[in-house]
């Protein structure tokens, strides 16, 4: 009797010690359009990596994911392939966001032999049902044991630290590489959103779109990026700067270098501004006259990617008159917060969407 008490107090033992290294391993993944990150908890944020995947297209296997395939875009042979799975902020191609995502994940457990983990999914607003279905169909198939999702700027907003419980108003724009988000959000839940797709990947569209049109000079999407984060702005600034862009000329072939102005970039990456600034706008007009108290008290946070353009928070701030602010870590504020998800799985419940309706 004695031994079998023994042996039900290690099965017990060892049990409990599988649920706390399952507990250990659940996972938050923010799967963009640009860079996909993984937040593990108790751990935090250990993997930030572009969502590219390199495949050889002769024998169908996946070359390189990550930062080595980004490295990769528009420098392959013909056989290679550097393609980004998601585009504009929802799945395009299913099979490559399973096995990148599949990657990630086995990076980031390493020991295969774990319990698999739950994982929550931060996805946009604007959503399908079917969209959602195949986010959760990625998850499942990359290993996961339940698969949650979780609205983008709802992630932002607990993320950037607003108060989303309480019965306040708090207004989050994120911006991404391939959609903004715009929500107000109140004791947990989105009075009133817009999700446009449009972010970051349009505005470098717009600027390869400006050499080609101005200049007869095709840039590639890495060096437009590169434009933009140096001399891109949403508004006048101070101490406007040059820069010089390298391309290949459309009449001649052959490389070429040409200089340009921070104005002249400004105006080639209106329309997609406008875009995003007329959401901010549409999802004011929504909000109920309880919360604009709220909103013109608390202000609009910015985050993403996106937010980081120059001069968007003044752009902002001149076109509705009320106070903007770029919030701290605004590049992982989506996944910082679909990770207090995981962290606090039992008190944030309510903030995941329900099952899509067949």
């Known amino acids: 009797m004695r031994d079998a008490s023994l042996d039900d107090a290690r099965k017990a033992s060892f049990l409990m010690g599988r649920n706390f290294a399952f507990l250990g391993h659940d996972m938050a993944v923010d799967l963009g359009t640009a860079n996909t990150l993984v937040y593990v908890r108790g751990r935090g944020i250990v993997l930030n990596e572009p969502s590219v995947v390199a495949i050889n297209t002769v024998t169908g296997k996946v070359v390189a994911v990550g930062i080595e395939a980004k490295r990769m875009l528009g420098r392959t042979p013909a056989n290679i392939l550097a393609v980004r799975p998601l585009k504009d902020g929802v799945i395009a191609d299913f099979e490559l966001t399973e096995r990148m995502l599949r990657y990630f994940i086995q990076r980031v457990l390493r020991r295969r032999h ?47 630290g607003l108060p989303v419980h309480e019965p306040t108003g708090n207004m ?94 400004r105006r080639a990456i209106e329309e997609p501004v406008n875009a995003i ?32 353009l120059k001069g968007l928070d003044e752009r902002l701030r001149d076109e509705t008159g009320m106070p903007v602010h770029l919030v701290d870590r605004a590049l992982d504020c989506v996944a910082l917060g679909t990770g207090r998800c995981v962290e606090e799985f039992e008190a944030l419940q309510q903030v995941l969407l329900p099952e899509p309706r067949n």
Request: glycine residues 12%; proline residues 4%; negative net charge.
């Open 114 to 160: 774990l319990a698999k983990p739950r994982i929550v999914i931060a996805v946009p607003s604007g959503i399908t049902g079917v969209e959602q279905r195949a986010v959760k169909e990625a998850g499942y198939q990359a290993g996961a044991r339940r698969v949650y999702i979780v609205e983008e700027p709802m992630a932002a907003a607990i993320g950037a």
């Open 172 to 265: 989050v724009v994120d911006i991404g590489g391939g959609t903004t988000e715009v929500a107000i959000i109140s004791m947990g839940g989105v009075v009133a959103s817009q999700s446009i797709r449009v972010g970051g990947d349009e505005i470098d569209q717009a600027i390869i779109a400006f050499a080609k049109k101005e200049h007869s000079l095709l840039l590639g999407e890495r060096t437009a990026e590169e434009i933009k984060m140096t001399i891109g702005s949403a508004y006048p600034l101070e101490k406007e700067n040059h820069a010089e862009i390298r391309g290949r000329d459309l009449i001649s072939g052959m490389p070429k270098t040409i200089v340009v102005a921070a104005f002249e970039i």
């Open 277 to 308: 600034v007329d959401a901010v706008k549409t999802t004011l007009d929504k909000c109920p006259p309880e919360l604009s108290g709220d909103l013109m008290d608390r202000g609009i946070a910015l985050t993403g990617g996106g937010a980081l």
